[in-house]
């Protein structure tokens, strides 16, 4: 089975840093784009971050560009979204997702994600 286990969420102050993790297992791990996601109440999903198969491309919403950073560890299986400089406006559920796409291309839209994991709440208090 598929599974994206995530943790490091929790409360930090404006202007602290988080860092999340995202475990994988059930699926060639390699193989497959990863990308971060939120959600905060009352607003639709959206695009944080994305990353290729191999670590070499990297993709941000404008939000978040300079003050976040995806990265991945495939000898452990693990994706992570640093994060610097925490406005109240991060504050968020965040998903990490899992993409099978051709050679190594990454994507920001939704559908292009076919397994999530559950989600880990930040936030980031003023």
């Known amino acids: 089975q598929v599974q994206l286990v995530e943790s490091g969420g929790g409360l930090v102050q404006a202007g602290g840093s988080l860092r999340l993790s995202c475990a994988a297992s059930?699926?060639?791990?390699?193989?497959?784009?990863m990308g971060w996601f939120r959600q905060a109440p009352g607003k639709e999903r959206e695009f944080v971050a994305a990353i290729s198969r191999s670590g070499s491309f990297t993709f941000y919403a404008d939000s978040v560009r300079g003050r976040f950073t995806i990265s991945r560890d495939n000898a452990k299986i693990t994706v992570y979204l640093q994060m610097n400089s925490l406005k109240p406006e991060d504050t968020a559920v965040y998903s990490c997702a899992a993409a099978y796409l051709p050679m190594d291309a990454a994507s920001r839209l939704v559908s292009s994600y076919s397994h999530w994991g559950q989600g880990t709440q930040v936030t980031v208090s003023s």
């Open positions: 059930g699926i060639t791990f390699t193989r497959h784009a």
